[in-house]
């Protein structure tokens, strides 16, 4: 594979990743801007009841730290990679690497919201479920034009 494919793939890479991070923003009521007031949480957007609130909370507590812990290792991936890709030489196999380990770690922490999801979903009822897909199904039809918005 030549040097060109490479920065190609780990661009294309850094573009479908976008609006996972996108995701993980809305899904867990990242502030939109000072001015305006913070969104209802998903737990009241999806009105649980007391029980399932504690529920959820204790769900949330352990998958948010996960979480956090995993984008933290990935910018500073992507951080390197973007340093690399824009050096004077970039190295290829360099470049590869980084790839590799960013793809493992995106890999993990997709698994880790599908088995967070899941769980969640035995915390609602059928209205809830129902609920909560939705919002997710919208907040990926925003992801895609946010990606293509970084590329115009």
Same mark, same amino acid.
């Given at each position: 594979?030549?040097?060109?494919?490479?920065?190609?793939?780990?661009?294309?890479?850094?573009?479908?990743?976008?609006?996972?991070?996108?995701?993980?923003?809305?899904?867990?009521?990242?502030?939109?801007?000072?001015?305006?007031?913070?969104?209802?949480?998903?737990?009241?957007?999806?009105?649980?009841?007391?029980?399932?609130?504690?529920?959820?909370?204790?769900?949330?507590? &352990?998958?948010?730290?996960? *979480? /956090? $812990?995993?984008? !933290?290792? =990935?910018?500073? %991936?992507?951080?390197?990679?973007?340093?690399? +890709?824009?050096?004077?030489? &970039?190295?290829?196999?360099? *470049? /590869? $690497?980084?790839? !590799?380990? =960013?793809?493992? %770690?995106?890999?993990?922490?997709?698994?880790? +919201?599908?088995?967070?999801?899941?769980?969640?979903?035995?915390?609602?009822?059928?209205?809830?479920?129902?609920?909560?897909?939705?919002?997710?199904?919208?907040?990926?039809?925003?992801?895609?034009?946010?990606?293509?918005?970084?590329?115009?």
């Amino acid at each position: 594979m030549n040097g060109r494919m490479i920065k190609m793939l780990c661009v294309l890479s850094l573009a479908l990743n976008v609006g996972f991070i996108g995701m993980a923003a809305y899904r867990y009521g990242s502030a939109v801007g000072a001015a305006q007031p913070a969104p209802a949480s998903l737990a009241d957007r999806l009105a649980l009841d007391a029980d399932q609130r504690a529920a959820w909370q204790a769900l949330e507590s &352990p998958f948010l730290q996960d *979480l /956090a $812990a995993n984008w !933290a290792d =990935i910018r500073v %991936l992507r951080q390197t990679l973007l340093d690399e +890709v824009f050096a004077d030489h &970039p190295d290829e196999r360099k *470049l /590869a $690497a980084l790839q !590799a380990r =960013i793809a493992a %770690l995106q890999d993990g922490q997709q698994k880790r +919201v599908i088995a967070q999801l899941l769980a969640e979903r035995e915390v609602l009822n059928a209205g809830q479920r129902s609920a909560l897909k939705s919002l997710l199904l919208q907040e990926y039809g925003e992801q895609a034009s946010q990606a293509e918005h970084l590329h115009r």
